[in-house]
């Protein structure tokens, strides 16, 4: 596991289905902090509306107020920047499409089933994903690159 003991906030960036939320529960629980995940602050409490920016700006604000934590989210937009500025370490996951495009249909179809999503709703989802690494996460990399001495460990699939 990366040497998370010598940072104390991480942010934690990939794809819908890269396995972020996993690994942030791992290293959240090997350092005894919080772990935020980004679709709570980006989404209300039932997933079917977006928080207000307002609303979203506080959450991720409380979340930044702490010493240690670990963020993770597929969001490239402008209002996720106070975290990779304040993030010691960010660790970008990439996994092979196939891996992430078998989760991301296995995760909706469970939300199917359960009555917490719908057809409709999976496919933008899983549409999403697929089109994520050259769409948004490039563009977000080129964003973030230039950002001085800051810390990147990209785990790609062959290390994952």
Do not use: C
Request: aromatic share 10%; proline share 3%.
């Amino acid at each position: 596991m990366i040497l998370m003991y010598r940072y104390n906030k991480i942010h934690i960036l990939g794809a819908p289905g890269s396995g972020k939320t996993h690994l942030a529960g791992l290293i959240s629980k090997k350092m005894n902090t919080n772990h935020y995940n980004l679709d709570k602050v980006y989404w209300n409490e039932n997933f079917r509306l977006r928080n207000n920016p307002e609303a979203r700006e506080k959450l991720l604000n409380q979340a930044l107020s702490e010493r240690t934590w670990v963020i993770e989210g597929a969001y490239t937009q402008e209002w996720i920047m106070p975290s990779i500025h304040t993030a010691d370490l960010i660790i970008i996951l990439i996994p092979k499409k196939s891996l992430r495009l078998y989760r991301l249909i296995v995760r909706n179809m469970v939300r199917i089933y359960r009555g917490n999503s719908t057809f409709s709703q999976a496919i933008k989802l899983i549409y999403w994903g697929v089109k994520y690494d050259k769409t948004l996460l490039g563009p977000m990399l080129n964003r973030i690159s230039d950002r001085g001495s800051k810390e990147f460990v990209i785990l790609s699939s062959k290390n994952l």
